[in-house]
């Protein structure tokens, strides 16, 4: 079946330094990827999505690129800010439009 | 983008009561609604689908008769907590898909429920 796995975290990082959230999938044939992020109390908000492999989502820094060869959709930033703390989710859809979700990966970024 | 809201965001109840949770698609038409649970520092659990003018569909493991999902328009769906226990308490999601392949979900804000 369809699965997504994220790295562990919580991630805590110095304001400016460089963002890797690790992503990689299981799914039969090529679905639509996307990450997630959520603040706290609220909900989850779409921070950029790739429908087919090779394809670069970008939104507000963050960068994620389909990798079908390795089945993989890590999530990079160059210089995170303090803003940036929140929940991120990887997921990807299904063909019932179900989203499976990874377990999620707390970054804590510090002054 | 499309805009998910929820109503109420909040909500806190006594044992053995019953609360409804609307979810509403502000700006587009949503068949399909998804309604996810999310416990502290975890993941969503996506407890059921909500479809417009069909009964709900529920995931494994979900009381359909505890969670009452009724998807009344194309822009209203209502989840219902039938004699909520404090068990119960959670974070609850909606969600609708919009975007032109409808493989882009939009979510709502959430709604805090806790059961005395």
């Known amino acids: 079946g369809n699965s997504v796995t994220q790295m562990e975290g919580p991630v805590t990082l110095s304001e400016e330094a460089f963002l890797t959230i690790n992503c990689t999938y299981t799914?039969?044939?090529?679905?639509?990827l996307f990450w997630y992020v959520q603040y706290p109390g609220e909900g989850l908000q779409l921070l950029l999505k790739?429908?087919?492999?090779?394809d670069k989502g970008s939104n507000k820094g963050f960068e994620a690129t389909y990798r079908k060869e390795t089945t993989s959709f890590h999530l990079e930033k160059g210089s995170v800010q303090v803003s940036d703390s929140a929940v991120y989710f990887c997921?990807?859809?299904?063909?019932?439009?179900?989203?499976?979700f990874g377990s999620g990966t707390r970054l804590l970024v510090r002054p | 983008g499309a805009v998910v809201s929820q109503h109420p965001s909040w909500v806190i109840c006594k044992s053995g009561t019953s609360v409804k949770i609307e979810c509403r698609s502000l700006?587009?038409?949503?068949?399909?609604m998804f309604w996810y649970r999310q416990f502290p520092k975890q993941s969503l659990m996506l407890m059921a689908t909500?479809?417009?003018?069909?009964?709900?569909?529920?995931e494994q493991g979900v009381e359909k008769d505890k969670f009452l999902i009724n998807h009344a328009s194309l822009t209203l769906s209502t989840l219902t907590v039938t004699s909520a226990h404090p068990e119960d308490s959670s974070f609850y999601i909606c969600?609708?898909?919009?975007?032109?392949?409808?493989?882009?979900?939009?979510f709502g804000p959430g709604t805090r429920l806790t059961v005395l």
């Open positions: 969600s609708a898909p919009s975007g032109l392949a409808g493989d882009t979900q939009y």
């Open positions: 799914a039969t044939g090529y679905p639509s």
């Open positions: 790739a429908t087919k492999a090779d």
């Open positions: 997921a990807l859809v299904d063909s019932s439009y179900k989203l499976i």
């Open positions: 700006d587009f038409q949503a068949t399909t």
């Open positions: 909500s479809n417009e003018g069909s009964k709900a569909t529920y």
